[in-house]
């Protein structure tokens, strides 16, 4: 069996639709997950990428339909569960990215 990746810290930058989190790897990779129209992404770029690219060009490590194309919020708890066994994010439910 794969290893989870391990994410070392992340925050939610988008709390509504689409519900979105960036964060890093402790590896060092950037790590982008998104839930909207039901579906859920998280994607991951290369060592020492920027989060833009695990947003345009990064592996998808899950895609998954979840809920129907009219849903695009999601918990920090569900993303963990939805996740589960293949990224291990951090237990604390992350900061809000503030938007002035």
């Known amino acids: 069996m794969k290893r989870p990746l391990v994410v070392k ?8 639709v689409p519900s979105q989190w960036e964060g890093s790897t ?3 990779r950037p790590i982008y997950a998104r839930y909207r129209h039901g579906y ?3 994607r991951a770029g290369a060592v ?3 989060i833009e690219d695990a947003v ?8 998954r339909a979840i809920g129907d194309a009219a849903e695009g919020f ?4 569900d993303l963990r569960r939805h996740t ?8 604390k439910k992350p900061r809000r990215r503030s938007v002035i």
């Open 9 to 16: 810290a992340c925050e939610q930058t988008c709390e509504w």
């Open 26 to 28: 402790t590896d060092g």
């Open 40 to 42: 859920l992404s998280v």
């Open 56 to 63: 345009r060009s990064g592996q998808e490590i899950v895609g």
């Open 48 to 50: 020492g990428q920027t």
């Open 84 to 91: 589960q066994g293949l990224i291990r994010w951090p237990r």
């Open 74 to 77: 999601m918990t920090y708890e």
